[in-house]
């Protein structure tokens, strides 16, 4: 039987250490507490991340791997490359932020559930309008295509969901992310969970004691007031192409 520590409302730093984490579910830490921006910030700081379904408590993971992105080394494929250089797609920065969360929210293909409650939308909607939370969007003219949405913290960027409607509609919004994430001096991106989809855009998987020890040196960094521009004049994709 699992006997997880229960976080209350009482102190949002208040997480048991990473290296307490079990290790079947990898990662599963703690459960409760709220998703307020103050408690979120403080996960994020510390590797953690929320991830529960509807019905159950939140639950705080931290897992034993964790996948990583190089913003400088994204690998783009030959084909993808090719694909690009065609695309008349334009990728834009927090202009349809609750869109982009409600796509990544659809069920997918053969799953009739979705771990972005209606709890986790309203609490990432929110550290967006305080200024932590992220979306890049890609329009096939006024019509939303893909998305990414995370959060920044310092100079680390954690990456929540990203969707398509469109064949390679996560893929253009995931390296027009790296690509701006890039420009802007933050090395890392967070992936998560590896998946083949993002092992073959070049994920890695770093151990949870390195990861950590470099999401604190990030996160302590100082980013100025202007990093994400609401005057972000828009990328074209053909310039994502190699």
Sequence with gaps: ???????????????????????????????????????????????????????????WWSPSQRAVLDTAGIHVSRRLARWLRGCDWQLRVDTAFAAVIRACAEPRKDDAGTWITAEMRDAYCRLHELGHAHSVEAFAGDRLVGGIYGVAVGRMFFGESMFSRETNGSRVALLGLARILLEQGFPMLDAQVESPHLTRLGARLVPRSRFCAEVAALTAQEVSAGTWRADFPGLPARGLAP
Excluded at 1 to 13: E, Q
Excluded at 33 to 44: E, H, I, K, V, W
């Design 1 to 59: 039987m699992i006997r997880l520590p229960f976080l209350d409302g009482s102190d949002a730093d208040a997480f048991p250490p990473v290296d307490t984490a079990y290790a079947q579910p990898d990662g599963l830490l703690a459960a409760g507490g709220d998703l307020s921006p103050s408690r979120l910030l403080a996960a994020y700081r510390r590797g953690i991340f929320p991830w529960y379904s509807d019905g159950q408590p939140i639950l």
